[in-house]
Every structure is written in structure tokens, then in C-alpha cells.
């Protein structure tokens, strides 16, 4: 009784908020991808929080406070628990993009007594997590992680760590992002990694880039014993947490795959797993060219030639950056508890080089399903790779 257990979710996505119907929504094939991108258009903040908190903070850490609250709220948490004993850790690819582009026009037109005092605490990357903390009384270690599209697999398995070492023994943990802003969208369209058509076609031969969304999860972590003595239901388990850097280039992943290999190693040794437990994987699937033959190439690398069924959900819910991790990881407690295995959407002509056990088109019954893996690779070349588990 001393592993890391899950004992509480939350997340707002393009499809649903709430991990029942974020997940309802997985499983019948709903995208949430309008006009090109992928927005939580039904999400509203004062959900969370008070008009006043609202106006005082910015969109990422509305998505994370929900998510965080929700989270919370089905681990019963934090009453009755010490607050020095609970962390949080919340992170984010960039943080505060709304405001930065909101107070830099209104720097540019109205010079300093123009912006907003504040700026700063508005889209500083930690300022999800201290917002979370603040709101629930929380007095443990707290910070923020950055790793681009690692971020929220890198915040959950950080996570798993602190509460190893015996520093905590719980964590809210997860990633958020909200990016949905010209300046961002026109910098990844420069890049050229964005879909040009404004479709998401993960592992497609007609693939050409992914395309934006928003959004946050949150996951309560907390040392088994701790969650078995307080009479919390256990919902799954982080059993393994593997990172690695590809140290090769600052936004394409390496040719050879080599970080993505040694990060889902790591995680499979950490867990005590071997590569034929493996009964699902939940790829980083975002749609590029790149991305997706690479990844493939190190998914049979890892796991062998005739490997578990794989899908992605970039394709409903976008890519959401320092989300994705998070959001994923929560997809695949979700298809352990459930039995069932998400479809990748928009999947119709598999590239000959992805070449896999690939789910499209239709969930994939798995009652027997105990072990997932989680992959998620970020710009900077920084991988990170959770294994889950059943209750």
C-alpha cells in the first residue's frame, strides 16, 4: 500500500468538462475543433471563481482552477488532511498568452500608464498553481513545470516523485494552457506546424500539422496508504514516470526517436513493467509529419512490431500544449476503468510508415485492460512518458 494512487480528476476540454463527459465524449467520436482550432467554447470561469478573481486572472488559470476544484471536490480534499502535507503542482507551456497580448497593444498605444498592474501576476507560468493553492487552503511545496507539450505528463509523474520521497502525501497535479491568441496561432502557422486545411489527421498519410486547442486537467495523486486510511475510492494508479532529452534539435524530435525510446523505457523500469503488459497506448499522435512517423518507429522500438492498440485524442480535443499531458493521462485512467478504448478521429488512410494496431473510426472494447502508457514529447526535445494503471 505504498504506491501512487489516483483519487480524484478534473479537466475542461473542447469536448466536455468533467472527466465522465470528457471521456462520454471520447468514445462517441465528438471533435471539438471549430473553424481550426479547438476552444472550450462552453467553459465559463465564474464556474470557479468570483467575476472580480476572474478579471484578475487569466484564461489558463480559469481552465486550471476548474479542473483543479473538480479534481478536489471528488477526492474530498482538503478537509480533515494536514495543508503542509498536500502540493500542488500545476504547469503550463507559457502561461498568461491572453494578457501578454492584451497589455503589449495596450503598451504599444497607450505607453505605461496603460497597462494593467496586473500584468505580471496575471500570465506568469506559476500563477495557476498559486491560484489553486490560495483557493483550497493549501500549504505544501507548490510550484510550476514548463517543458512545452510535455508539460503535464512532466507535472503528474514530478508529482509521483514527491510524494515517493516522502515530502507530501498528496498532490494536485496537471497542465493547462490557453493559447488561443493571434499572435500564438500566427507564430505556430509561421512555423509551418499547423494543419493548413484546420483538420487534425493524427497517423493519416494526409496528415499536414496539428491544429490548436485549450484546455486543463487535474489529477488528486496520493500515497495509497494515505487514500486507503481516509476511505478515498481509488480511480487508477501512476505506476511508472519515465523523462528523457532528444538534445538534438529545439523543435523537431529526433530522427531516430532515440529520447522518445529512452522515455518510455524509463517509465516501463520505473514501473516494474514489461513491454508485453502494455495494453494501450495514448500517443503524443499530433498530426505532423514528423511527429507521428518518429513516434511510431519508437512505439514498435519499445514495444515490439505487433504492439498494443494506439490511439491519439489531439484530434478532438487539438493539441493544448502544456495541457496534453494531463488530458491524456487522464484519457487513459478513463479507458482502464471503462474497458474501453478511445478512437483517433479523422483517421481514414494509415501512412504506410505509421503502420500500427491503430483504433479509428470506433471505440475498441478492452475489458481486460490493466496497463496504458502515455506519451508526450515537447518542443526543447524534452519527453516525458507515464504508465497507468488499474485500481
Same mark, same amino acid.
Given at each position: 500500500m505504498d504506491g501512487v494512487v489516483v483519487t480524484g480528476r478534473g479537466v475542461v476540454s473542447a469536448v466536455g468538462q468533467g472527466a465522465d463527459a470528457f471521456f462520454d465524449a471520447l468514445l462517441s467520436g465528438k471533435g471539438g475543433v471549430e473553424e481550426g482550432v479547438a476552444p472550450c467554447a462552453d467553459f465559463d470561469p465564474e464556474s470557479a471563481m468570483t467575476p472580480k478573481e476572474a478579471r484578475r486572472a487569466d484564461r489558463f488559470t480559469h481552465l486550471a482552477l476548474a479542473a483543479a476544484l473538480e479534481a478536489a471536490q471528488e477526492a474530498g480534499m482538503p478537509d480533515g488532511i494536514d495543508p503542509r502535507r498536500i502540493g500542488v503542482l500545476v +504547469?503550463? +507551456? /507559457?502561461?498568461?498568452?491572453?494578457?501578454? =497580448?492584451?497589455?503589449?497593444e495596450t503598451w504599444l498605444a497607450e505607453g505605461d500608464r496603460g497597462v494593467s498592474p496586473m500584468f505580471v501576476p496575471m500570465m506568469m507560468p506559476n500563477a495557476a498553481a498559486g491560484v489553486v493553492a490560495m483557493k483550497l487552503g493549501i500549504h505544501g511545496p507548490g510550484f510550476s513545470v514548463a517543458s512545452a507539450c510535455a508539460t503535464g505528463a512532466h507535472a503528474i509523474g514530478e508529482a509521483k516523485r514527491m510524494i515517493e520521497r516522502g515530502e507530501v502525501d498528496a498532490v494536485i497535479a496537471g497542465g493547462t494552457e490557453a493559447a488561443l491568441t493571434g499572435l500564438c496561432l500566427a507564430a505556430f502557422r509561421r512555423m509551418g506546424a499547423l494543419s493548413r486545411e484546420g483538420v487534425a489527421r493524427p497517423f493519416d498519410e494526409r496528415r499536414d500539422g496539428f491544429v490548436m486547442g485549450e484546455g486543463a486537467a487535474v489529477l488528486v495523486l496520493e500515497r495509497e496508504e494515505h487514500a486507503r486510511a481516509r476511505g478515498a475510492q481509488v480511480l487508477g494508479r501512476i505506476l511508472g514516470y519515465g523523462a528523457s532529452n532528444d538534445a538534438f534539435h529545439i523543435t523537431q524530435p529526433d530522427e531516430n526517436g532515440r529520447g522518445a525510446q529512452d522515455a518510455m523505457r524509463a517509465a516501463l523500469q520505473d514501473a516494474g513493467a514489461a513491454p508485453q503488459d502494455v495494453g494501450y497506448v495514448n500517443a503524443h499522435g499530433t498530426g505532423t509529419p514528423f511527429n507521428d512517423r518518429i513516434e511510431t518507429g519508437a512505439i514498435r522500438e519499445v514495444l515490439g512490431e505487433d504492439g498494443p492498440p494506439v490511439s491519439s485524442c489531439k484530434a478532438a480535443v487539438g493539441h493544448t500544449l502544456g495541457a496534453a499531458g494531463a488530458i491524456e493521462a487522464l484519457a487513459c485512467i478513463e479507458a482502464i476503468r471503462r474497458g474501453a478504448i478511445p478512437p483517433t #478521429?479523422? #483517421?481514414? =488512410? /494509415?501512412?504506410?510508415?505509421?503502420? @500500427?494496431?491503430? /483504433? @479509428?473510426? @470506433?471505440?475498441?472494447e478492452a475489458p481486460d485492460l490493466e496497463l496504458a502508457l502515455s506519451n508526450s514529447f515537447g518542443f526543447g526535445g524534452q519527453n516525458a512518458c507515464l504508465v497507468v494503471g488499474a485500481a
Amino acid at each position: 500500500m505504498d504506491g501512487v494512487v489516483v483519487t480524484g480528476r478534473g479537466v475542461v476540454s473542447a469536448v466536455g468538462q468533467g472527466a465522465d463527459a470528457f471521456f462520454d465524449a471520447l468514445l462517441s467520436g465528438k471533435g471539438g475543433v471549430e473553424e481550426g482550432v479547438a476552444p472550450c467554447a462552453d467553459f465559463d470561469p465564474e464556474s470557479a471563481m468570483t467575476p472580480k478573481e476572474a478579471r484578475r486572472a487569466d484564461r489558463f488559470t480559469h481552465l486550471a482552477l476548474a479542473a483543479a476544484l473538480e479534481a478536489a471536490q471528488e477526492a474530498g480534499m482538503p478537509d480533515g488532511i494536514d495543508p503542509r502535507r498536500i502540493g500542488v503542482l500545476v +504547469g503550463t +507551456g /507559457v502561461g498568461g498568452l491572453g494578457t501578454m =497580448q492584451r497589455e503589449t497593444e495596450t503598451w504599444l498605444a497607450e505607453g505605461d500608464r496603460g497597462v494593467s498592474p496586473m500584468f505580471v501576476p496575471m500570465m506568469m507560468p506559476n500563477a495557476a498553481a498559486g491560484v489553486v493553492a490560495m483557493k483550497l487552503g493549501i500549504h505544501g511545496p507548490g510550484f510550476s513545470v514548463a517543458s512545452a507539450c510535455a508539460t503535464g505528463a512532466h507535472a503528474i509523474g514530478e508529482a509521483k516523485r514527491m510524494i515517493e520521497r516522502g515530502e507530501v502525501d498528496a498532490v494536485i497535479a496537471g497542465g493547462t494552457e490557453a493559447a488561443l491568441t493571434g499572435l500564438c496561432l500566427a507564430a505556430f502557422r509561421r512555423m509551418g506546424a499547423l494543419s493548413r486545411e484546420g483538420v487534425a489527421r493524427p497517423f493519416d498519410e494526409r496528415r499536414d500539422g496539428f491544429v490548436m486547442g485549450e484546455g486543463a486537467a487535474v489529477l488528486v495523486l496520493e500515497r495509497e496508504e494515505h487514500a486507503r486510511a481516509r476511505g478515498a475510492q481509488v480511480l487508477g494508479r501512476i505506476l511508472g514516470y519515465g523523462a528523457s532529452n532528444d538534445a538534438f534539435h529545439i523543435t523537431q524530435p529526433d530522427e531516430n526517436g532515440r529520447g522518445a525510446q529512452d522515455a518510455m523505457r524509463a517509465a516501463l523500469q520505473d514501473a516494474g513493467a514489461a513491454p508485453q503488459d502494455v495494453g494501450y497506448v495514448n500517443a503524443h499522435g499530433t498530426g505532423t509529419p514528423f511527429n507521428d512517423r518518429i513516434e511510431t518507429g519508437a512505439i514498435r522500438e519499445v514495444l515490439g512490431e505487433d504492439g498494443p492498440p494506439v490511439s491519439s485524442c489531439k484530434a478532438a480535443v487539438g493539441h493544448t500544449l502544456g495541457a496534453a499531458g494531463a488530458i491524456e493521462a487522464l484519457a487513459c485512467i478513463e479507458a482502464i476503468r471503462r474497458g474501453a478504448i478511445p478512437p483517433t #478521429l479523422n #483517421l481514414e =488512410q /494509415v501512412d504506410p510508415e505509421c503502420e @500500427a494496431d491503430h /483504433v @479509428a473510426g @470506433a471505440p475498441r472494447e478492452a475489458p481486460d485492460l490493466e496497463l496504458a502508457l502515455s506519451n508526450s514529447f515537447g518542443f526543447g526535445g524534452q519527453n516525458a512518458c507515464l504508465v497507468v494503471g488499474a485500481a
